[in-house]
């Protein structure tokens, strides 16, 4: 068991050469520490579920039904902004924030909440920057899954995807599942302290609708029932390792479509996060692989130079030291240099 993680608990995996090499997990799941974290847990990992939402559309991609370079209004006409399929999965649209203040409430309407991101504005023109739809990344490219395909994109990620791999992820949790889910904690000390030194278009992107950095919210049984699948996804680590070890096998894409989402497609000062970022389609990329992290530590990714896929996941949101300390340990066993070394 994973153990000294303060408020309640945390999990780790890792697939290597073929093979699950790491699946441990320790603390608690529930903030009053009466529930043990177990094998069956799962967790809120924040943007750690934007690939999962974005395979979704890339596997209509790979089918033909999508296509990257048209623009959205070919699938969804009342979308204002002048935006590519590509521009969407690759965070280059410029929808990241809602002029219009909207109510937490908003969350929980698929359809209000795809009207106004299809009247908004983009920030910038799509195409010319790139930015993280912190909250609407899923909105954005499950109306696409759901305007070709007819399933939302919680049923497509279960029926096509998730189901399939049997990878423990899911977007819209059944009742069943709202009883594995891990309350998560140390959200107001983070939300206090992360927002110093960011653009001042971060916060807009974050707080309308308001509650997505909320306790009482995101672990609410309405939450969690929703599909927001920018951020509230919940999964276990092995489900998350398991999804990159799958990409790794070539499993999930045709090899020439992997090939171009885990190759950059913008790279710079992002316009929302105010950092250096690079961005495939739907993953971030660098030099040592693809995968994505999440708000408060919890991230997924595959190595493509070390061969492995590795997840870590927190109920304790935080600064991420805890999961980059024991990619680091496993990376040294594995014989490989420090990320960024």
Not at 175 to 198: I, K, N, W, Y
Request: aromatic content about 10%.
């Amino acid at each position: 068991m994973v153990r000294g993680i303060a408020g309640t608990g945390a999990a780790v995996a890792a697939w290597h050469d073929g093979a699950w090499v790491v699946d441990l997990w320790g603390g608690w799941a529930d903030a009053a520490r009466s529930r043990p974290w177990q094998r069956s847990s799962i967790v809120q990992p924040y943007s750690v579920t934007k690939p999962f939402a974005a395979l979704c559309a890339l596997r209509l991609a790979d089918q033909g039904e999508l296509e990257l370079e048209a623009p959205v209004q070919r699938y969804w006409p009342e979308f204002r902004a002048p935006a590519t399929v590509r521009h969407v999965l690759s965070h280059q649209a410029g929808v990241v924030a809602l002029d219009q203040a909207a109510p937490t409430e908003t969350f929980y309407d698929w359809e209000r909440l795809c009207a106004l991101l299809a009247r908004q504005e983009p920030a910038w023109t799509p195409g010319t920057a790139h930015g993280e739809s912190a909250l609407f990344y899923g909105h954005l490219v499950g109306e696409l899954v759901r305007r070709v395909d007819g399933r939302s994109l919680g049923r497509f990620l279960r029926d096509e995807i998730c189901g399939p791999f049997e990878l423990d992820f899911h977007v819209g949790l059944s009742p069943a599942d709202r009883r594995r889910a891990v309350d998560l904690t140390g959200l107001d000390e983070f939300r206090r302290s992360h927002e110093s030194g960011r653009p001042p278009l971060y916060r807009r992107a974050l707080v309308n609708p308001p509650g997505a950095l909320e306790p009482r919210v995101v672990n609410s049984p309405a939450w969690r029932s929703a599909e927001i699948p920018a951020i509230n996804g919940h999964g276990s680590a092995r489900g998350i390792a398991g999804f990159y070890a799958a990409l790794l096998r070539g499993e999930l894409l045709s090899s020439t479509l992997l090939a171009e989402t885990t190759t950059v497609q913008c790279a710079g000062r992002d316009r929302v996060l105010g950092s250096e970022t690079a961005w495939g389609l739907g993953f971030g990329v660098d030099d040592d692989g693809f995968g994505m992290g999440g708000l408060g530590g919890s991230f997924g990714a595959a190595s493509t130079r070390g061969g492995y896929a590795f997840a870590f996941v927190t109920g304790t949101i935080g600064d991420g030291s805890a999961g980059e300390a024991l990619e680091s340990t496993f990376r040294s066993c594995l014989g490989l240099a420090p990320l960024g070394g």
